[in-house]
């Protein structure tokens, strides 16, 4: 089916461990953007892709990766799991820079 | 700065009543504004998006928001609630010409409808 995927839905990780969420996306779309969202906060951008192998940084980068060697295919590391990074991370795709976001179903990331 | 003021944390309507949330934006130029909904467990699916134009906007489910320049807002509306409508509300703005990281949320507002 045509759409975004994020992997896992669900993951509890203790402090200082690494972690990746997946985001996989079958539309080719250009862009695809990593937020997380927190109460009082709403959504954040951690880094966004314009194209393969061109990534930049959001708003709140400090503490997370990201790569983009393939089109669909946008994954999101944590290098050192701390717990302010517990919070609902969600992927996005979009054709270009300001057409709608399409949004994945998020990964709930709990740091122990 | 760009930013997105959505003043309503949460609001209550009972089903058949009507609705408007409202969003308030900050930028010096055109924007490009957006109307996302957010069920429990879900990400966002897009409701409407206004580029240019027309400033009433239909969306999706019954919506409609009005882009009204003077008063920097763009409220999303609907004439009668159905229960399924409950959930959480976001608007965005994003920048023209746009690069991929200037879309801008709301902190959201959640919606209950009584039956």
């Known amino acids: 089916d045509a759409g975004i995927t994020q992997s896992p839905r669900y993951k509890i990780t203790e402090t200082g461990r690494q972690v990746t969420l997946m985001c996989h996306q079958t539309?080719?779309?250009?862009?695809m953007f990593w937020y997380r969202q927190d109460l009082g906060h709403g959504l954040r951008l951690i880094y966004y892709s314009a194209a393969a192998d061109i990534t930049d940084k959001g708003e709140v980068p400090d503490g997370y990766v990201v790569s983009r060697s393939k089109t669909e295919n946008f994954p999101l590391t944590l290098e050192s799991a701390t717990r302010s990074q517990t919070s609902v991370y969600f992927c996005?795709?979009?054709?270009?820079?300001?057409?709608?976001?399409?949004f994945g179903n998020g990964t709930r990331l709990t740091v122990t | 700065a760009q930013s997105v003021t959505q003043p309503d944390i949460h609001i209550t309507v009972s089903e058949g009543a009507s609705l408007e949330l409202r969003c308030n934006y900050s930028?010096?130029?055109?924007?490009?504004l957006f109307w996302y909904v957010q069920s429990p467990g879900q990400g966002l699916q897009l409701l409407l998006k206004y580029f240019s134009g027309d400033t009433l906007v239909q969306g999706i489910k019954g919506f409609e928001a009005e882009f009204k320049r003077s008063q920097s807002s763009f409220n999303l509306r609907k004439p009668s609630v159905h229960w399924s409508d409950a959930a959480e509300y976001f608007c965005a703005v994003a920048r023209e010409p746009t690069t991929g990281n200037q879309f801008y949320f709301g902190t959201g507002t959640s919606l209950t409808v009584i039956p």
């Open positions: 930028y010096g130029a055109t924007p490009y």
């Open positions: 996005a795709s979009s054709e270009t820079g300001g057409s709608p976001l399409h």
């Open positions: 539309w080719s779309h250009s862009y």
